[in-house]
């Protein structure tokens, strides 16, 4: 018997064939199940100086990142920061179809030429002056009689390379990557139903993890663990009849579907009243006037009718005909390396992890939510980074909602996972066969990246490769 016949019913597939409003094509389909190995995953990568300095070189230098939202430089000369280890660069609007990225460097003598956005016309160092325009061209040296033997045209500043995709901006350090459309493999035809580019950045907090970064990304692309460590979410939350999807030949994206509305499979018999009330105190955008449930309604549909109200009622326009499952469930995608973008409507996330400078043992972790623009395409300015420290609480950022008390649950386990990982005598991680496939695959695409040479060749065969199909 196959995990596909082993997995507990009903099915997300299952679910979705009762909704109300259809699920789109794309949420019907599912991965195969079967096929994973199931070797364990070393540990020292999770704590090893040597590791993060491989990566830095491997991954960070080579892959596409998300760097910012569009709407947060809609101006020729807006620009932010994005930094990354301890590369920085500046992406910056240079022309109402053009953006760049510049590395954030004065080529006199090094200084950072920005430390934080803002909307400037020329980037001018804050040590001698010296001053680019948004080409990136030099156009002023201080005292210029002194540096007679300095050639302007050799000082252009250097760029990495830019992408766009879904209103958000990507980079890569690497000028022979490749090209983002291929990197980003089957996501922009699962996000056609989700329209990221008609969204806004609402929210964006920012926290100091107690944990390495890929600890905390882990935690967040798996349900395994709901039922331990967020026990107050089951009875509306469906947590072991999630469905991962691993799909082959793609080595960037997975993706994983949560069903909300329905109880975990692991309760039986529960009132339908007490799903939709449990939902209710939990996720306070389900608060309001009660939800009446005649004879035979399901929560779910209920639940989904409330959801689609309030969606057209924040948005501006009818969304009657949203599907249950974009309107309730958690439909969560991840980006390789650091990338968590949630599709549907119900739960517009975007989650991204970082290493904290040379630190392997913390991480920066990012919570964005993306809110639907007006129909008009208008909406509020973007939110600003709000920064925790490492000693603050998710649940100190009150933008975050109901989202902050599950976060803050998962950041006191990861606490003791990075603690547990170096007590352990044990070399290697043990990861379930289908509920952790996504754990997996992350794992076989980060070490085939990690194990090319300079020249990109592939030196070594790791362990943790694709499936056995
Ligand atoms: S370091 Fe930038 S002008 Fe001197
Ligand atoms: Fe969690």
């Given amino acids: 018997m196959g995990i596909s016949d082993r997995r507990p019913k009903p099915s997300v597939q299952d679910v979705f064939a009762t909704d109300t409003n259809p699920a789109p094509s794309v949420m019907r389909n599912e991965s195969p199940a079967d096929g994973w190995p199931t070797d364990d995953v070393s540990a020292e990568r999770y704590f090893s100086k040597e590791w993060h300095d491989r990566e830095v070189e491997n991954v960070w230098r080579k892959c596409w990142q998300l760097a910012c939202r569009e709407e947060e430089i809609p101006n020729v000369g807006d620009h932010i920061v994005y930094e990354i280890v301890h590369d920085s660069l500046i992406v910056v609007r240079t022309s109402p179809t053009e953006i760049r990225a510049y590395v954030n460097s004065c080529l006199h003598r090094g200084t950072l030429l920005r430390t934080e956005r803002g909307c400037v016309q020329s980037f001018r160092c804050p040590f001698h002056a010296w001053t680019w325009n948004l080409d990136g061209k030099l156009v002023n040296m201080h005292q210029a009689w002194d540096l007679s033997h300095v050639n302007a045209d050799d000082m252009n500043l250097p760029q990495a390379q830019v992408g766009t995709w879904g209103g958000f901006v990507f980079i890569n350090f690497d000028e022979n990557c490749e090209p983002l459309t291929s ?66 030949g793609i080595r960037h994206v997975s993706r994983m579907i949560s069903v909300q509305g329905v109880p975990s499979p692991a309760l039986t018999g529960i009132d339908p009243n007490r799903t939709i009330e449990e939902m209710r105190r939990d996720v306070p955008f389900f608060a309001g006037k009660p939800i009446e449930l005649a004879e035979g309604d399901s929560a779910r549909a209920k639940l989904a009718e409330r959801a689609r109200e309030k969606i057209s009622r924040s948005i501006g326009s009818d969304m009657s005909s949203l599907s249950d499952t974009e309107s309730l469930d958690l439909i969560e995608y991840m980006l390789f390396p650091n990338m968590v973008p949630w599709g549907g409507q119900a739960l517009p996330i975007c989650y991204r992890l970082r290493p904290n400078g040379d630190d392997p043992e913390t991480s920066i972790m990012e919570i964005m939510f993306l809110f639907s623009k007006a129909p008009d395409g208008s909406h509020p300015a ?25 976060a803050d649950q998962d950041t006191e386990n990861l606490y003791r996972i990075q603690k547990g990982l170096r007590a352990s005598k044990k070399p290697g991680v043990t990861l379930a066969q289908y509920q952790e496939s996504r754990i997996r695959h992350f794992h076989a695409t980060l070490d085939d990246y990690m194990s090319r040479g300079d020249d990109g060749s592939v030196t070594q065969i790791s362990e943790v490769r694709t499936p056995r199909r």
């Fill in 382 to 406: 973007p939110a600003e980074i709000r920064w925790l420290s490492a000693d603050q609480n998710w649940s100190d950022a009150p933008e975050l909602g109901s989202a902050a008390m599950v």
């Fill in 183 to 248: 990197y980003l493999e089957n996501l922009p035809e699962h996000f056609d139903s989700f329209d990221l580019d008609k969204r806004y950045k609402a929210a964006h907090v920012a926290k100091i993890m107690p944990c390495n970064w890929r600890l905390a990304m882990e935690a967040f692309i798996e349900a395994y663990h709901v039922a331990i460590a967020h026990p107050q979410v089951l009875a509306y939350y469906g947590d072991s009849n999630t469905q991962y999807d691993v799909w082959p």
